[in-house]
């Protein structure tokens, strides 16, 4: 184990091991060349009832699936997730009005329907559909499938004008 560096499932045996032999943290510490901390948290995270409950035992596969746990979980959560009603908005609004994405944008701001920090840029929905963006089973090519179809016949999807589109100078 390096310092700094995450414990991989092979530290977390070498502390299942030392620890049932009933080392010291500050002794596993020293074998795998991390803080003792270090070692008190992963017991603590990796603990647990044995034998109806009545025996703690660390267990290092499970310490190791409760550390892949909170690293799923952990980080900044995409805008996509966090401006779903913007999104929903775009989505109306193409689907229905044949908007291209930088008049659903140009007139959600131009009109306050929603705040500059509510929205996601032109260039966040174009680098969206251009990595055929994934999440929680939601593909965004459900809300603008049209565009998908059309970027798949371009280079970038930044080159992608609506000419057919109604833009916010229409208006």
Same mark, same amino acid.
Request: charged fraction near 20%; include cysteine; aromatic fraction near 12%.
């Given at each position: 184990?390096?310092?700094?560096?995450?414990?991989?499932?092979?530290?977390?045996?070498?502390?299942?091991?030392?620890?049932?032999?009933?080392?010291?943290?500050?002794?596993?510490?020293?074998?795998?060349?991390?803080?003792?901390?270090?070692v008190?948290?992963?017991?603590?995270?990796?603990?647990?009832?044995?034998?109806?409950?009545?025996?703690?035992?660390?267990k290092?596969?499970?310490?190791?699936?409760?550390?892949?746990?909170? +690293?799923?979980?952990?980080?900044?959560?995409?805008? =996509? &997730?966090?401006?779903?009603? @913007?999104?929903?908005?775009?989505?109306? %609004? *193409?689907?229905?009005?044949?908007?291209?994405?930088?008049?659903?944008?140009?007139?959600?701001?131009?009109?306050?329907?929603?705040?500059?920090?509510?929205?996601?840029?032109?260039?966040?929905?174009?680098?969206?559909?251009?990595?055929?963006?994934?999440?929680?089973?939601? +593909?965004?090519?459900?809300?603008?499938?049209?565009? =998908? &179809?059309?970027?798949?016949? @371009?280079?970038?999807?930044?080159?992608? %004008? *609506?000419?057919?589109?109604?833009?916010?100078?229409?208006?």
């Amino acid at each position: 184990h390096q310092k700094g560096k995450h414990l991989k499932l092979n530290d977390r045996t070498t502390i299942q091991e030392l620890h049932s032999k009933g080392y010291s943290n500050r002794a596993i510490a020293r074998e795998l060349n991390c803080s003792p901390s270090t070692v008190g948290y992963e017991l603590k995270r990796g603990t647990v009832s044995v034998y109806t409950g009545n025996v703690k035992r660390y267990k290092a596969v499970e310490g190791q699936s409760t550390y892949e746990l909170h +690293r799923s979980e952990c980080g900044r959560k995409s805008l =996509f &997730l966090r401006r779903h009603k @913007f999104i929903d908005y775009v989505s109306h %609004c *193409f689907h229905n009005h044949g908007w291209s994405l930088d008049a659903c944008v140009g007139y959600a701001l131009a009109k306050g329907i929603f705040q500059k920090d509510q929205v996601v840029s032109t260039k966040t929905l174009y680098m969206l559909i251009s990595q055929d963006f994934t999440t929680q089973a939601i +593909r965004l090519t459900d809300f603008l499938p049209a565009v =998908f &179809l059309l970027c798949m016949t @371009f280079q970038k999807c930044e080159d992608l %004008c *609506f000419s057919s589109g109604t833009f916010i100078n229409s208006f």
